[in-house]
């Protein structure tokens, strides 16, 4: 009987050892697991493009691509991170960091990335991944929301075209839905299937913030007069003005725009990735242009949250990771990950390619938003993903439907809200 466990437990020890010869004993490369979101078919071809020429390059440290899906990424690395199988490195917006980083889930890259990448991004956008004293991820493609409009229907209702230098107030688009509307045709389609990104991030331009942090540091949730302009603009444009169809408040982007192409919307207010398929989808000869959000008492100031890339505190590479990361995100490939995912870079560097600036498609429009990108509201509450699915998605999604008023949108947000909260601040 010892004779069978001695060699079983022989014959463990070397498929053990034949399981770890990816580590930095001699026996063979190390091995990095890289997690990535990317999911357009052009932003895919880069970014495996971009893990072959480093493979190619560093035969010591060779990196695989595992593909992951927004869809399900906070829960599936929950898992992967509870159970000790996360990926070395994760692929996923800054919003989503906050409990993960406090959780110890990843690594602190203060010490692990290089001078020229920490100099190259701006403060505000090292702002969305900075919780206490640590850097838990790398911020490197964002979008600022935009408007996607039919630029002859546009071009013949007389209305004022904005630009970046003279954008619409909140209550100037509102007048030009209201004009651009009428004979089974609507102004705009607000596609908000997932409302709770889109209302914070565009209420900034208005001045509203809604979570607010003590010199405790505690965080609470108020409803201020900044935080109701956007949802009131909705709500008008919806009920009163009909402006806007309510058919499309359960609709995601991409539902609306086979309406958008055939007349029945002049604008839609999308993500700026979401060019990409209106230049592949818009039938021939059909003219769309891309014009910026409207502004408020903040101008166009708006919050979003960039994707990043993070280290498992779990991964026994973290260095080899960290310099795959700043590979990854040299200028001249920043600007192809931007270029592939039609988004932009927040790398002042890449920001400045003349591939970015261009007036077809947009790109110039969204390149001048650029500086006027804040971090997400939400940014560093913990918590969040859970007042937002259980608190903030169900009350608007109320509100722009007319089930419930201004005063119980308030009430659930904030009663309801800092209720959750507070469990994630004791």
Same mark, same amino acid.
């Given at each position: 009987?010892?004779?069978?466990?001695?060699?079983?437990?022989?014959?463990?020890?070397?498929?053990? #050892?034949?399981?770890?010869?990816?580590?930095?004993?001699?026996?063979?490369?190390?091995?990095?697991?890289?997690?990535?979101?990317?999911?357009?078919?052009?932003?895919?071809?880069?970014?495996?493009? /971009?893990? !072959?020429?480093?493979?190619?390059?560093?035969?010591?440290?060779?990196?695989?691509?595992?593909?992951?899906?927004?869809?399900?990424?906070?829960?599936?690395?929950?898992?992967?991170?509870?159970?000790?199988?996360?990926?070395?490195?994760?692929?996923?917006?800054?919003?989503?960091?906050?409990? &993960?980083?406090?959780?110890?889930?990843?690594?602190?890259?203060?010490?692990?990335?290089?001078?020229?990448?920490?100099?190259?991004?701006?403060?505000?956008?090292?702002?969305? $991944?900075? &919780?206490?004293?640590?850097?838990?991820?790398?911020?490197?493609?964002?979008?600022?929301?935009?408007?996607?409009?039919?630029?002859?229907?546009?071009?013949?209702?007389?209305?004022?075209?904005? $630009?970046?230098?003279?954008?619409?107030?909140?209550?100037?688009? !509102?007048?030009?839905?209201?004009?651009?509307?009428?004979?089974?045709?609507?102004?705009?389609?607000?596609?908000?299937?997932?409302?709770?990104?889109?209302?914070? +991030?565009?209420?900034?331009?208005?001045?509203?913030?809604? &979570?607010?942090?003590?010199?405790?540091?505690?965080?609470?949730?108020?409803?201020?007069?900044?935080?109701?302009?956007?949802?009131?603009?909705?709500?008008?444009?919806?009920?009163?003005?009909?402006?806007?169809?309510?058919?499309?408040?359960?609709?995601?982007?991409?539902?609306?725009?086979?309406? &958008?192409?055939?007349?029945?919307?002049?604008?839609?207010?999308?993500?700026?990735?979401?060019?990409?398929?209106? #230049?592949?989808?818009?039938?021939?000869?059909?003219?769309?242009?891309?014009?910026?959000?409207?502004?408020?008492?903040?101008?166009?100031?708006?919050?979003?949250?960039?994707?990043?890339?993070?280290?498992?505190?779990?991964?026994?590479?973290?260095?080899?990771?960290?310099?795959?990361?700043?590979?990854?995100?040299?200028?001249?490939?920043?600007? !192809?990950?931007? /270029?592939?995912?039609?988004?932009?870079?927040?790398? $002042?560097?890449?920001?400045?390619?003349? #591939?970015? %600036?261009?007036?077809? +498609?947009?790109?110039?429009?969204?390149? #001048?938003?650029?500086?006027?990108?804040?971090?997400?509201?939400?940014?560093?509450?913990?918590?969040?993903?859970?007042?937002?699915?259980?608190?903030?998605?169900?009350?608007?999604?109320?509100?722009?439907?007319?089930?419930?008023?201004?005063?119980?949108?308030?009430?659930?947000?904030? %009663?309801?809200?800092?209720?959750?909260?507070? !469990?994630?601040?004791?």
């Amino acid at each position: 009987m010892r004779t069978r466990t001695a060699a079983l437990l022989g014959a463990l020890l070397l498929l053990l #050892a034949g399981c770890s010869s990816d580590g930095a004993d001699g026996t063979g490369p190390i091995r990095l697991r890289f997690q990535s979101l990317a999911w357009q078919q052009e932003s895919v071809a880069v970014t495996r493009e /971009l893990v !072959r020429e480093w493979n190619a390059t560093h035969p010591g440290v060779q990196v695989e691509y595992v593909q992951g899906s927004w869809d399900s990424v906070h829960d599936q690395l929950l898992t992967a991170f509870e159970g000790g199988e996360a990926p070395d490195l994760v692929h996923d917006a800054s919003d989503d960091l906050a409990d &993960f980083a406090h959780g110890g889930y990843l690594a602190d890259l203060t010490d692990l990335l290089s001078d020229r990448l920490k100099s190259d991004i701006p403060g505000r956008s090292w702002r969305t $991944t900075t &919780f206490g004293d640590g850097i838990y991820g790398v911020p490197f493609l964002q979008e600022p929301r935009v408007l996607i409009a039919d630029a002859a229907r546009l071009r013949t209702s007389g209305v004022r075209i904005p $630009t970046p230098e003279h954008p619409w107030s909140w209550a100037e688009f !509102r007048q030009v839905t209201a004009r651009l509307s009428g004979a089974g045709t609507y102004g705009v389609a607000w596609p908000l299937r997932e409302p709770v990104s889109a209302t914070l +991030n565009l209420s900034l331009s208005a001045g509203g913030r809604l &979570f607010h942090r003590g010199a405790d540091g505690r965080v609470t949730v108020r409803f201020e007069a900044g935080d109701e302009v956007v949802p009131r603009t909705v709500r008008d444009q919806v009920g009163t003005d009909r402006s806007a169809p309510g058919s499309t408040l359960g609709s995601g982007g991409s539902d609306t725009l086979p309406g &958008f192409f055939g007349g029945r919307y002049a604008m839609v207010p999308l993500g700026f990735s979401y060019r990409q398929q209106v #230049a592949q989808q818009a039938p021939e000869g059909f003219e769309w242009q891309v014009l910026p959000a409207p502004a408020g008492a903040a101008g166009l100031t708006q919050g979003v949250s960039p994707q990043t890339l993070s280290i498992a505190e779990d991964s026994p590479h973290k260095k080899e990771a960290a310099a795959f990361v700043d590979f990854l995100l040299r200028p001249d490939n920043m600007v !192809r990950l931007a /270029l592939g995912d039609w988004m932009l870079p927040t790398g $002042t560097r890449a920001l400045r390619d003349p #591939a970015l %600036h261009t007036a077809e +498609n947009g790109w110039a429009v969204g390149a #001048a938003l650029a500086a006027h990108l804040s971090p997400a509201p939400a940014q560093a509450v913990r918590g969040y993903p859970e007042w937002k699915d259980k608190v903030a998605t169900p009350a608007l999604q109320e509100y722009y439907s007319g089930a419930i008023g201004l005063d119980e949108l308030r009430h659930r947000l904030e %009663h309801d809200g800092n209720l959750i909260l507070s !469990r994630y601040q004791r």
